[in-house]
């Protein structure tokens, strides 16, 4: 990370500002202020959010791109692996996630339309890796970070396939991108209606640190909206945002925020960390959570007219460069 990114950090965290925003690779955007939507507890110190797709770095010639024990996910202020804890901030006061949610029936039913991504950015030297999932027949919703410079088709892998995807809608603004993949027949997933609420039980499903389908118990701990730099860091956009309590991992990015019910509450996209105090709290306060399980989902509203746009989209877009 450059000097002036630290510096803009620093004087934030000092301003008592607490910032969030994506980091990818070791770019990190600070600068996001929250604005209250429905339940959000201050919080002193410092939070920075992660985006979390995994690099892995291009070897060109004839051995291709590295094992999956070669990756290199996103770091934080210029430390490599994924993101770090060094304190609380007190983002969130709601209950830990409930383990036994990921057993549910709807998670079951969803898992065949969660799917990973991967494909290679030939003008940055690296190969990107994601989750996504199925949203309209032979379309896949991810995050525009996960496929930034990507070039040509991608690779698209479901519970038994895999297939060659192609990026059909681009929006580096919210951070969403849509993925025509002929021959997908998985079932697409629908989103939840009503909306969730504070302190609703969710799963994160996807495919971290390029590995098998994972779940993971999350905690929807309130709705936001956040102004935050686009994946660029070239305009400040403002994001209809949950932050939730999960544990959430490089490799995550693009994945649903799955309801019990197998409903997509939303689409994962960054995860948090950072240093400052917990928030003080009496004995019939919920346990704060730190920012080790704090992460940040867009809302079904937030990727509506994303969805509409790219749902019958077949015709192949620019992905720009790198972010």
Not at 134 to 158: D, E, I, K, S, Y
Not at 185 to 196: I, T, V
Request: charged share 15%.
């Amino acid at each position: 990370m450059d000097e002036t990114t630290l510096r803009t950090l620093l004087d934030g965290a000092l301003a008592g500002e607490p910032p969030i925003g994506p980091v990818a690779d070791n770019a990190l955007r600070a600068g996001i202020r929250l604005r209250r939507r429905r339940v959000l507890s201050a919080a002193a110190g410092m939070a920075v959010a992660a985006a979390i797709a995994i690099v892995l770095p291009v070897v060109t010639g004839p051995l291709g791109a590295p094992p999956a024990t070669r990756q290199h996910p996103p770091s934080v202020i210029g430390l490599a692996g994924p993101p770090s804890i060094t304190g609380q901030t007190g983002l969130l006061t709601v209950p830990p996630p409930d383990p036994a949610v990921v057993k549910a029936a709807g998670v079951a039913r969803a898992r065949p339309s969660v799917v990973k991504i991967v494909g290679t950015a030939p003008s940055c030297s690296r190969t990107l890796e994601g989750s996504g999932f199925v949203f309209a027949p032979q379309h896949v919703l991810t995050n525009a970070h996960v496929v930034a410079g990507v070039r040509g088709a991608v690779t698209v892998t479901g519970r038994r396939h895999t297939f060659r995807g192609t990026v059909v809608l681009y929006d580096p603004e919210r951070d969403v991108a849509v993925l025509y993949v002929p021959g997908l027949r998985a079932g697409p997933l629908h989103f939840a209606s009503p909306p969730p609420n504070r302190a609703d039980s969710a799963i994160v499903a996807g495919y971290p640190l390029n590995e098998r389908f994972t779940a993971v118990p999350a905690r929807i701990g309130g709705e936001q909206s956040a102004n935050i730099p686009d994946i660029y860091q070239a305009r400040t956009v403002t994001r209809d945002i949950y932050a939730i309590r999960a544990v959430v991992r490089p490799g995550n990015s693009g994945g649903p925020l799955l309801a019990p019910s197998g409903a997509v509450d939303g689409m994962v996209f960054a995860a948090a960390t950072g240093v400052g105090p917990p928030l003080p709290r009496s004995s019939a306060t919920p346990p704060t959570s730190s920012v080790s399980d704090t992460a940040y989902v867009l809302t079904a509203g937030e990727v509506a007219s994303d969805v509409s746009a790219g749902r019958t989209a077949t015709a192949l877009v620019s992905t720009q460069g790198c972010d």
